[in-house]
């Protein structure tokens, strides 16, 4: 069992490289040349990352009983069950995330969208990171 601790993780040069075809639409006034979001992102990285507790599925049945027997609302609703919780795991599930927000954005677009490359650094702490 892993003992309780913390780490703060951030993001460091976040690119979407993205190729954009033009399409003809039937709406030009929704065309705002864009292929994602910005806001989709900050609120991708807000809702599923953001003061989470992370749980290696490992761990999950002692969990289970910390969640039966805390009244700390923070807690029950901020847990998030990983298979590892290392940051090369989370990293992949931090584009796994991104790509879907990607498609959908491409979705609602009037090009077809070809997203090429998603590159970031995710940091634990000043010296430590992983790049994917």
């Given amino acids: 069992m892993t003992a309780i601790h913390g780490h703060t993780y951030f993001i460091r040069e976040l690119r979407i490289d ?3 075809i033009p399409l003809e639409w039937d709406d030009p ?4 040349g864009m292929t994602i979001d910005f806001g989709e992102i900050k609120k991708y990285f807000k809702t599923f990352w953001d003061h989470m507790f992370l749980i290696p599925e490992k761990d999950l049945q002692l ?3 910390v969640y039966r027997n805390t009244a700390d609302a923070a807690v029950k609703n901020n847990l998030f069950v990983m298979r590892h919780t290392t940051a090369e795991w989370m990293a992949n599930r931090i584009r796994a995330g991104l790509l879907r927000i990607l498609q959908k954005e491409m979705d609602n677009t009037p090009y077809e969208a070809v997203p090429e490359m998603i590159h970031f650094q995710l940091w634990e702490g000043p ?3 992983i790049e994917v």
Avoid: G, L, T
């Fill in 18 to 20: 993205v190729s954009m």
């Fill in 29 to 32: 006034e929704q065309d705002n």
């Fill in 63 to 65: 969990w289970q009983q």
């Fill in 127 to 129: 010296h430590q990171a």
